[in-house]
T-cell receptor, first 112, second 114 residues
Framework: SQQGEEDPQALSIQEGENATMNCSYK?????LQWYRQNSGRGLVHLIL?????REKHSGRLRVTLDTSKKSSSLLITASRAADTASYFC????????????FGRGTQLTVWP | DGGITQSPKYLFRKEGQNVTLSCEQN?????MYWYRQDPGQGLRLIYY???????QKGDIAEGYSVSREKKESFPLTVTSAQKNPTAFYLC?????????????FGQGTRLTVV
């Protein structure tokens, strides 16, 4: 079963706009990770946020985590056409054994 | 360059054939994983291994087999028992340190049954 559920399933915006994607989960977690996948390629790690953190930044990426609501959001500011990809959240379901549980992803399209 | 390599990129299988997908990493990671991805879907775990000569079934192991004879290698065999094998297969590796860490993915193998 899918642990993370990304919302929306698809998002279409113009270059320069901000893109916000959400992820909900059902169990406790140690950390939550966001990954990006270009069409037909492998996943690339973007950012990891621990359960005791509320916000984290990396370049144009901003991730928030609300453990009370079991949700996270990924914000991409000033989006570019090159940001077009699928974005997945992944959680560990509270285990320290390393296994990750992925959601179905959000397909982001950024139009020039 | 350190990384994780999957081969081949594209693979065609006839009905009733077994095929093996290769996954090699030179990151010195202990854990390796195989995922299946269907169009518009997330990743589903097939098998994983956290140490040489040991592996565990994931959520959809039926019709698949693996081996972990070397730390660097984790091949996946798609057997004839897998009734719907057409999919995109992703291999990943992960450092098993204190706390959970990021996974590194290969570029995937697209398997098609012809």
């Amino acid at each position: 079963s899918q642990q993370g559920e990304e919302d929306p399933q698809a998002l279409s915006i113009q270059e320069g706009e901000n893109a916000t994607m959400n992820c909900s989960y059902k169990t406790s977690i140690n950390n939550l990770q966001w990954y990006r996948q270009n069409s037909g390629r492998g996943l690339v790690h973007l950012i990891l946020i621990r359960s005791n953190e509320r916000e984290k930044h990396s370049g144009r990426l901003r991730v928030t985590l609300d453990t009370s609501k079991k949700s996270s959001s990924l914000l991409i500011t000033a989006s570019r056409a090159a940001d077009t990809a699928s974005y997945f959240c992944a959680t560990d379901r509270g285990s320290t054994l390393g296994r990750l549980y992925f959601g179905r992803g959000t397909q982001l399209t950024v139009w020039p | 360059d350190g990384g994780i390599t999957q081969s081949p990129k594209y693979l065609f299988r006839k009905e009733g054939q077994n095929v093996t997908l290769s996954c090699e990493q030179n990151l010195n990671h202990d854990a390796m994983y195989w995922y299946r991805q269907d169009p518009g879907q997330g990743l589903r775990l097939i098998y994983y291994s956290q140490i040489v000569n040991d592996f565990q079934k994931g959520d959809i192991a039926e019709g698949y087999s693996v081996s972990r004879e070397k730390k660097e290698s984790f091949p996946l065999t798609v057997t004839s028992a897998q009734k719907n094998p057409t999919a995109f297969y992703l291999c990943a590796s992960q450092y098993m340190g204190v706390g959970n860490t990021e996974a590194f993915f290969g570029q995937g193998t697209r398997l098609t049954v012809v």
